[in-house]
C-alpha cells in the first residue's frame, strides 16, 4: 500500500474534530489521491453515509453545504430525511443497502439513486415503481465481487443479463456497485469493477468506503461511500 493511502486510513476519527472538520479532511484526500492517479476531483462524488446518525449528527454536514447522502434501510431513511429535506429541498439521497422488492415503491418515492439493484425480481418492481410514480431513479447494479454468500450483488456472469432486463423495464442504470470482502485488500476488487463498468459501458463506479475511499478514488470511483471517516464509529 501507498503512503498516501496508509495516511488516509490514519486519519483522526471524526468524533474528536467534528462533521465539518471531518468533511474538508475527506475532500482533502479525494483531491490528493485523484491529482495522483491524474484524475479531477470533481470526477469523485463524496456519499456521507448517515445511517444509524440521528439528525443533529447530520444538520452539520448540510449546514457545511454537503448534498448527497446514503442510507441503508428505507424505513429508516424515511423516519428520518423527509424533514431534513424540508430544511434543504436540493438533497440528493442514496439508497446504499439491500432493498426488497416490497420496498421498492418506498425506494422510489424517497431516494434519487438506488445502488442495490442485484436480481430479476428486484427490476421488475422497480420499474413498475418509476413507470407508476412518474419519476427518475438513476440505478447501479450491485456486483458481489467476492462471490461472498452472505453479501447482496449479482454474478459477474449475471451482469449482461440483468442490464438487457433493467433496459427492457425502464430502469436506467448507469453504473456497477460493489462491496469487496472485508479484511483483504480491496483494490484488486476495485479495478476489477472498473474494468467491468468499461466492458458494459457505464460511466458510474460506486466503490470505497471509510477505510479504502482513497484507493477507489485512484482506481477509478465515481462516487465514494463514507460513513465513519465523517461521523466516527458507529456502535
Ligand atoms: C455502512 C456502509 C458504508 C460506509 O461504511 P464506513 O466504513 O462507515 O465508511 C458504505 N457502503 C455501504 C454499502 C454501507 O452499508
Same mark, same amino acid.
Given at each position: ?6 495516511? !488516509? ?12 472538520? @471531518?468533511?474538508?479532511?475527506? +475532500?482533502?484526500?479525494? @483531491? ?16 456521507a ?16 453545504? +454537503?448534498r +448527497? ?13 423527509? %424533514? =431534513? ?7 440528493? $439521497? ?9 420496498k421498492?415503491?418506498d425506494?422510489? &418515492? =424517497?431516494?434519487?439513486?438506488? +445502488? ?11 420499474g413498475?415503481? !418509476? ?5 427518475k431513479?438513476?440505478? =447501479? ?13 449479482? @454474478? ?5 443479463? $440483468? $442490464? ?20 483483504? %485488500? ?14 458494459a ?14 484507493? &477507489?478514488?485512484?482506481?477509478? @470511483? ?6 465513519? &471517516? ?6
Amino acid at each position: 500500500m501507498s503512503k498516501q493511502n496508509t495516511d !488516509i486510513i490514519a486519519d483522526s476519527p471524526a468524533s474528536e474534530t467534528g462533521a465539518e472538520t @471531518a468533511l474538508k479532511q475527506v +475532500h482533502h484526500n479525494i @483531491a490528493k489521491q485523484a491529482k495522483l492517479a491524474g484524475r479531477s476531483h470533481d470526477e469523485i462524488t463524496l456519499i456521507a453515509v448517515s445511517k444509524t446518525r440521528a439528525q443533529e449528527q447530520i444538520a452539520p454536514l448540510i449546514a457545511a453545504g +454537503h448534498r +448527497h447522502f446514503g442510507e441503508n434501510r428505507v424505513q429508516e431513511a424515511q423516519d428520518k430525511w423527509p %424533514e =431534513l429535506r424540508g430544511q434543504e429541498p436540493d438533497i440528493i $439521497l442514496h439508497m446504499i443497502g439491500q432493498l426488497q422488492s416490497n420496498k421498492a415503491a418506498d425506494a422510489v &418515492a =424517497l431516494f434519487d439513486m438506488i +445502488h442495490s439493484v442485484d436480481r430479476l425480481s428486484l427490476i421488475k418492481a422497480l420499474g413498475k415503481a !418509476i413507470a407508476d410514480q412518474n419519476r427518475k431513479v438513476d440505478c =447501479l447494479l450491485q456486483v458481489n465481487v467476492g462471490d461472498e454468500s452472505q453479501k447482496g450483488g449479482c @454474478a459477474i456472469n449475471d451482469i449482461a443479463a $440483468l $442490464l438487457d432486463a433493467a433496459k427492457e423495464h425502464g430502469v436506467p442504470v448507469t453504473g456497477l456497485m460493489c462491496i469487496p470482502p472485508a479484511d483483504i %485488500e480491496a483494490a484488486p476488487f476495485f479495478a476489477l469493477l472498473d474494468k467491468l463498468c468499461r466492458e458494459a459501458g457505464l460511466p458510474e463506479r460506486s466503490m470505497g468506503m471509510s477505510s479504502d475511499y482513497g484507493v &477507489a478514488t485512484a482506481l477509478g @470511483a465515481t462516487m465514494v461511500r463514507v460513513g465513519s &471517516a465523517l461521523f466516527g464509529p458507529r456502535e
